[in-house]
Nanobody, 118 residues
């Protein structure tokens, strides 16, 4: 039984910080490419950041310099540290686990709401 459980979302003021966590179970975590995606109302789901099994990271241009993705294989957890938050960061944030070579969508969590507002 595979589960991805996001946590850490909430309401924060512009310029503030938040750290999201995604705890995985039921998979061999260390072999998966992990990613964070987000979806705002009326928008398509977009990639925010990814981290490979080897620790290589990639970021959307809109979050470069503000967000940092990391993983702790011993804890089967991936994190997204979000700094200098903007109202346009408001979205539901989803965790994804995928083996790229399988060309599948992988596994998804239920999402956690991030709201950036004064």
């Amino acid at each position: 039984q595979v589960q991805l459980v996001e946590s850490g979302g909430g309401l924060v003021q512009p310029g503030g910080s938040l750290r999201l966590s995604c705890a995985a179970s039921g998979i061999s975590f260390s072999i998966y490419r992990m990613g964070w995606y987000r979806q705002a109302p009326g928008n398509a789901r977009e990639l925010v950041a990814t981290i490979t099994r080897g620790g290589n990271t990639d970021y959307a241009d809109s979050v470069k310099g503000r967000f940092t993705i990391s993983r702790d294989n011993a804890k089967n957890t991936v994190y997204l540290q979000m700094n200098s938050l903007k109202p346009e960061d408001t979205a539901i944030y989803y965790c994804n686990a995928r083996i790229i070579s399988l060309a599948t969508n992988g596994y998804w969590g239920q999402g956690t709401q991030v709201t950036v507002s004064a």
